[in-house]
């Protein structure tokens, strides 16, 4: 009778995102990625066939267990700046739960050291952006009482996703999360006297 597996391509997946988030693409090996999802060699070629092909496997993963649970409320929210405000709040409370100084965001991690040099890299990066700016201009779209057109609010989400990206990056520098809600309050005050 054949062994039932001890794992499945998402669990696979999962444990090889933490490494991946942790450690980087170029210096997690494949007996590191052994050692660390608990999956031989021929279950991670098995599942994924490649050490990149299960990176890339890595991006919904992170969106799921991470990306989500922030973001997903700013679509479904009635706000417009409160829903951001509060977007970041889950943010940082995300950081605190993950550990300060932390591994920053797995997509702008991505961005600068295999994107550059891997176009499906760089789609999922795209990918990842887009959602972030399709997020934010919805909530600014709900500001009624502003006079901004859209091409300026578009503009404005893709300034709010690029300082989500550096918030995440500013956590892997510090270990206090006060030190977050400090940069946060100063950018969305001046978010909040633009959007006027």
């Known amino acids: 009778m054949p062994r039932k597996p001890s794992h499945t391509p998402e669990s696979l997946a ?42 890339l496997a890595c991006f919904p993963r992170y969106h799921e267990h991470v990306v989500a649970p922030v973001l997903n409320p700013v679509f479904s929210s009635h706000d417009g700046l409160p829903a ?40 999922k990066v795209s990918e990842h952006n887009t959602k972030l700016e399709n997020a934010f201009t919805m909530a600014l779209q709900r500001e009624k009482k502003s006079q901004l057109p859209l ?13 989500s990206a550096a918030l995440w990056t500013s956590s892997r520098s510090t270990d206090n999360p006060e030190t977050l809600r400090q940069h946060t309050a100063v950018f969305l005050d001046m978010l909040e006297n633009r959007v006027k």
């Open 14 to 55: 999962d444990s090889a995102l933490a490494q991946f988030w942790y450690g980087g693409y170029e210096a997690t090996s494949m007996d590191t990625l052994v050692k660390k999802t608990g999956v031989s060699r021929h279950g991670i070629y098995t599942d994924y066939g490649s050490k990149r092909s299960l990176y």
């Open 84 to 123: 951001i405000t509060a977007y970041f709040g889950r943010l940082i409370e995300m950081a605190e739960g993950i550990g300060l100084p932390g591994p920053g965001c797995f997509v702008a991690n991505a961005a600068t050291e295999t994107a550059p040099h891997d176009p499906d890299v760089a789609r």
């Open 151 to 163: 091409a300026h609010r578009k503009a404005l989400a893709r300034i709010i996703a690029m300082f």
